[in-house]
């Protein structure tokens, strides 16, 4: 088992950024691979990014690559979403998400363990 807490969002500018950090308790952190999803308003909620065990293989939407960096420090069993050159489209609440085992999915019905969200506003 594992509870996840986001924090981090805010009002942004348009071509600014945020870092938000998603903080994990329970045992075996490494053992998780860890997603990043996000809801925005009238949006069925999406994969942003993922990241595996080591933290050396990550995955992103096409929508994000480039702007979007996913990392994770398992001493500190956090990870976190750093968001670069933000646009009035990534307006969303954004979802930590876990789930146990080597695979990365981008489906959300593949994450057992999410957060409450961490609401992120970018205005123009």
């Known amino acids: 088992q594992v509870q996840l807490v986001e924090s981090g969002g805010g009002l942004v500018q348009a071509v600014g950024s945020l870092r938000l950090s998603c903080a994990a308790s329970?045992?075996?952190?490494?053992?998780?691979?860890l997603a990043w999803f996000r809801q925005g308003p009238g949006k069925e909620r999406e994969f942003v990014a993922a990241i595996g065990w080591s933290g050396i293989s990550t995955y992103y939407a096409d929508s994000v690559k480039g702007r979007f960096t996913i990392s994770r420090d398992n001493a500190k069993n956090t990870a976190y979403l750093q968001m670069n050159s933000l646009k009035p489209e990534d307006t969303a609440l954004y979802y930590c998400?876990?789930?146990?085992?080597?695979?990365?999915?981008?489906?959300?019905?593949?994450?057992?363990?999410w957060g409450q969200g961490t609401q992120v506003t970018v205005s123009s």
């Open positions: 329970g045992r075996s952190f490494h053992n998780y691979v």
């Open positions: 998400a876990a789930r146990y085992g080597s695979t990365w999915y981008a489906s959300q019905r593949s994450y057992g363990f």
